[in-house]
Nanobody
Framework: EVQLVESGGGLVQPGGSLRLSCAASGFTFSDYHMTWIRQAPGKGLEWVSSINSAGGSTYYPDSVKGRFTISRDNTKNMLYLQLNSLKTDDTAMYYC???????????????????????GSQGTQVTVSS
């Protein structure tokens, strides 16, 4: 059974930092690209970052580029997201996701492997507030 367990969220002031973690189990972690997505209160899903299976290629939307860093440790089956220079707009529930192929988000919805994607994990809450 595929399991993804996020942690590391919390309450932080604007300009602060957090490091999110995602523990993966139930599948061969090193075989899959991985992605972070988020959902702000009252809004749809938004793509945050992706990393290829080996960890050598990373991708970000302009909204987080230069502030967030995705990484992974295939020896520990762990995915990470370093969040720096946080803004109030970054407040959201953050989820990690296994990329089944051609993962993308559009119009508040995400798709993976040609099918609509909904997070099955509990996520980790990031709240940026003064």
């Amino acid at each position: 059974e595929v399991q993804l367990v996020e942690s590391g969220g919390g309450l932080v002031q604007p300009g602060g930092s957090l490091r999110l973690s995602c523990a993966a189990s139930g599948f061969t972690f090193s075989d899959y690209h991985m992605t972070w997505i988020r959902q702000a209160p009252g809004k749809g899903l938004e793509w945050v970052s992706s990393i290829n299976s080996a960890g050598g290629s990373t991708y970000y939307p302009d909204s987080v580029k230069g502030r967030f860093t995705i990484s992974r440790d295939n020896t520990k089956n762990m995915l990470y997201l370093q969040l720096n220079s946080l803004k109030t707009d970054d407040t959201a529930m953050y989820y990690c996701a296994r990329d089944e192929g051609d993962f993308y988000c559009h119009g508040g919805r995400c798709f993976s492997g040609g099918r609509a994607y909904q997070p099955g994990s509990q996520g980790t809450q990031v709240t940026v507030s003064s």
